[in-house]
């Protein structure tokens, strides 16, 4: 006779509400990023680094169920790449091509030159080679967010996400009230100041808050330039991906190269929906109220991830790999605020 299988509430029940309570837990942390965000002293950290950090707290001192960990994962991994998807409805494609090709080059240049720049530091100060090119997307790219798309690629440890993501919201915070400071001292237009702001910060929140002495139209053109930058890391997701693809092969000793296929190809595909939604944006059908509905949702999304990491990681492992990474990005990000206020200058856009 054939055994019959456990009902519902004796097998799935149980597990579906531990996955639940995992992600309930992840919500909750995100939630009071969110209100901590929107206090004047804590506006330039974000989020995203905000609900981390809560994260990293309530497993010091709280601590964290072993059967919570299910919906803990579900929030960093599933939902991230979910809230990178959605992020996508705050990038126009079409206004990135009416800034004219200046500020573009602009976002290249400073996007390539800082990658380069903070991955070879980071390397020559024994930094590993996964927490390298995180911390030098992070930098190069759009802080914490570029971090957590990219750490997919490199299969990064969680230790290492959180970390690199940690470096660059401090320099990034620092670096915002130093901007803040020196620009009356500049001798840049407002829209210039603007440009120079949201081509060489970290954050989209760094740079909103260090343009704003420029006043609203700095910010709007700190912004669009900004997203420029986001909208790198589609090239340099799939670059890094064909980077680590090809390395892991060489480390393996494989000397055939396997047959491509679809599955096998090194491209995010969730970059590709951040993408697909940017195109959908640009048309216009979506409008702006639902558009920026979504937005706050994907920042939701990415905030329960961040938290989802930071209840998996442990201050030691910031005391034990934190300096050399936070070096390479400090250089990089002095490097960088240096080639973006020549180009700016030389360039002469935003004067007007």
């Known amino acids: 006779m054939k055994s019959l299988p456990l009902p519902l509430s004796h097998t799935q029940k149980p597990i579906r509400w531990h996955v639940a309570q995992g992600l309930l837990l992840t ?22 680094v905000i609900a981390m950090l809560l994260g990293m707290l309530c497993r010091t001192f709280v601590g964290v169920k072993e059967q919570w960990q299910a919906g803990i994962s579900f929030s960093s991994k599933r939902l ?3 809230g990178i998807i959605l992020l996508g409805m705050r990038l ?21 030159f800082t990658l380069i720049i903070v991955y070879t530091l980071a390397r020559w100060l024994k930094t590993s080679e996964t927490l390298s090119l995180l911390t030098a997307c992070g930098t190069a790219i759009c802080g914490a967010a570029a971090v957590a798309a990219i750490a997919p690629q490199l299969k990064a440890k969680e230790e290492e996400i959180a970390l690199s993501a940690a470096i660059v919201a401090l320099l990034g915070t620092l670096f915002t009230i130093g901007y803040t400071l020196l620009y009356p001292l500049l001798g840049l237009a407002p829209g210039s100041y603007g440009i120079f702001a949201g081509a060489t910060l970290h954050e989209v929140a760094h740079v909103v808050a260090a343009a704003a002495p420029g006043g609203q139209a700095a910010v709007d053109l700190a912004v669009m330039v900004k997203l420029s930058r986001v909208a790198m890391l589609v090239p340099v997701a799939i670059i890094i991906g064909l980077w680590s693809q090809r390395t892991q092969r060489q480390r393996a000793g494989a000397h055939l190269h396997p047959q491509p296929n679809w599955r096998s190809l090194p491209i995010p595909w969730f970059i590709g929906g951040f993408l697909l939604m940017s195109a959908i944006h640009t048309t216009g059908i979506v409008p702006t109220a639902i558009a920026n509905d979504l937005v706050w949702l994907a920042y939701l999304f990415i905030a ?19 300096a050399r990474p936070l070096v390479a990005s400090l250089i990089g990000s002095l490097l960088l605020a240096g080639l973006g206020y020549t180009l700016v200058c030389w360039l002469g856009i935003g004067a007007s």
């Open 80 to 82: 991230l790449r979910l």
């Open 304 to 322: 329960m991830a961040m938290a989802g990491l930071g209840l998996n990681v442990q201050w030691a492992h910031f005391r034990r790999l934190g």
């Open 92 to 112: 126009n494609l079409g206004d990135m091509l009416r800034m004219g090709p200046s500020l573009l080059v602009i976002a290249i240049i400073n996007v390539a």
């Open 27 to 48: 919500l909750l942390i995100a939630l009071a990023a969110r209100w901590l965000s929107e206090l004047s002293w804590l506006a330039v950290v974000g989020q995203l």
